[in-house]
């Protein structure tokens, strides 16, 4: 049989595709299993903390604050469950709740700042951001977000006695049903992750990645943004911070994103993420995606500008 059938040119673009595929790979597998080890102890300790009734317990001593947002103090509920999990806890809460339409807007934007606090600052962590930093950022910025819409949102708040009627299921069900639901998680981290990673190798080894930082640079100075965090920056906003860890910590450890810019975009994504599948959620409940959106971009500037002011007085301290 001819040779050229059988050897595969490394300079082709079957060649070039399956060097970055083996490059990709272990570093998404390792990745992979990071976020793993992080997301199932958490998952499965919030989901007893919630079925012994802990965060109900909580949030009972933290209504007064959310006065202030327009907000019954039920929605302490909403907030607790969204820093311990995700924005898919948040919908099927606030599915029970039945919140009036403008309140439920505002937790739900304010949930969008504030959620996956212990995976999502491990990631901010790992690419050089201090923990108690970026926790502050975000909590303090989604209490700013929800006062503000307060403000200017149309409408006023009403009394609202909402309740969580949860049905009392055997432990051994809720359980059942979470392993499903992990198992499922813990896919979509292993096939998001490394598929992200092959792409990054792949728009570096064909030299795509220029396409997407000029057009792009013009808006990321604005936001105060270096154009090396582009691709960061669009995964980020696309498919969210955890999933779009893998782009970030490898652009870090591989030098090509200086620890300076990584911690500027981190108080970005921190605040502003997930621009798409995360408001998206909220249709179901017949949210606005306007609300859910801008509040959260217009802060995540105002972050980083804010960020590169303190820098600069410490630098002439």
Same mark, same amino acid.
């Given at each position: 049989?001819?040779?050229?059938? !059988?050897?595969?040119?490394?300079?082709?673009?079957?060649?070039?595709?399956?060097?970055?595929?083996?490059?990709?790979?272990? &570093?998404?597998?390792?990745?992979?299993?990071?976020?793993?080890?992080?997301?199932?102890?958490?998952?499965?300790?919030?989901?007893?903390?919630?079925?012994?009734?802990? /965060?109900? =317990?909580?949030?009972?001593?933290?209504?007064?604050?959310?006065?202030?947002?327009?907000?019954?103090?039920?929605?302490?509920?909403?907030?607790?469950?969204?820093? =311990? !999990?995700?924005?898919?806890?948040?919908?099927?809460?606030?599915?029970?709740?039945?919140?009036?339409?403008?309140?439920?807007?505002?937790?739900?934007?304010?949930?969008?700042?504030?959620?996956?606090?212990?995976?999502?600052?491990?990631?901010?962590?790992?690419?050089?951001?201090?923990?108690?930093?970026?926790?502050?950022?975000?909590?303090?910025?989604?209490?700013?977000?929800?006062?503000?819409?307060?403000?200017?949102?149309?409408? !006023?708040?009403?009394?609202?006695?909402?309740?969580?009627?949860?049905?009392? &299921?055997? /432990?051994?069900?809720?359980?059942?049903?979470? %392993? =499903?639901? %992990?198992?499922?998680?813990?896919?979509?981290?292993?096939? /998001?992750?490394?598929?992200?990673?092959?792409?990054?190798?792949?728009?570096?080894?064909?030299?795509? %990645?220029?396409?997407?930082?000029?057009?792009?640079?013009?808006?990321?100075?604005?936001?105060?943004?270096?154009?090396?965090?582009?691709?960061?920056?669009?995964?980020?906003?696309?498919?969210?911070? *955890?999933?779009?860890?893998?782009?970030? %910590?490898?652009?870090?450890?591989?030098?090509?994103?200086?620890?300076?810019?990584?911690?500027?975009?981190?108080?970005?994504?921190?605040?502003?993420?997930?621009?798409?599948?995360?408001?998206?959620?909220?249709?179901?409940?017949?949210?606005?995606?306007?609300?859910?959106?801008?509040?959260?971009? *217009? $802060?995540?500037?105002?972050?980083?500008? /804010?960020?590169? *002011?303190?820098?600069?007085? $410490?630098? &002439?301290?």
């Amino acid at each position: 049989m001819n040779s050229n059938f !059988t050897t595969l040119n490394p300079d082709s673009i079957i060649g070039r595709f399956i060097k970055c595929v083996n490059v990709a790979f272990p &570093k998404g597998m390792k990745t992979s299993w990071w976020l793993i080890k992080i997301t199932i102890p958490v998952s499965l300790a919030v989901l007893l903390l919630d079925y012994y009734g802990a /965060l109900t =317990f909580v949030a009972q001593y933290t209504e007064p604050l959310f006065k202030y947002m327009g907000l019954p103090g039920v929605a302490a509920v909403v907030l607790i469950t969204s820093i =311990f !999990t995700n924005i898919y806890s948040v919908v099927a809460v606030l599915t029970t709740l039945h919140l009036p339409m403008r309140e439920g807007m505002i937790i739900a934007t304010m949930c969008l700042v504030s959620h996956g606090f212990i995976i999502e600052t491990a990631v901010l962590k790992k690419t050089g951001s201090p923990v108690i930093r970026m926790l502050l950022l975000r909590l303090i910025g989604s209490f700013v977000i929800g006062w503000i819409l307060n403000l200017i949102m149309p409408g !006023t708040a009403t009394a609202h006695l909402a309740t969580i009627n949860s049905q009392h &299921k055997e /432990l051994s069900t809720v359980l059942y049903h979470w %392993i =499903f639901a %992990i198992s499922a998680t813990i896919l979509k981290i292993i096939i /998001l992750v490394n598929l992200l990673l092959i792409l990054q190798k792949m728009l570096e080894e064909f030299g795509l %990645i220029s396409y997407l930082e000029q057009p792009l640079s013009p808006l990321l100075k604005l936001m105060g943004l270096s154009e090396k965090t582009t691709l960061s920056w669009i995964v980020a906003n696309l498919i969210g911070l *955890a999933y779009g860890s893998a782009i970030m %910590i490898s652009l870090v450890e591989e030098g090509k994103l200086n620890k300076d810019d990584a911690d500027l975009l981190n108080h970005h994504i921190a605040i502003s993420h997930s621009q798409l599948e995360d408001p998206l959620l909220f249709l179901t409940l017949g949210y606005t995606i306007y609300w859910l959106m801008w509040p959260r971009l *217009a $802060l995540a500037i105002l972050s980083v500008w /804010l960020r590169k *002011a303190e820098l600069r007085y $410490l630098v &002439k301290r």
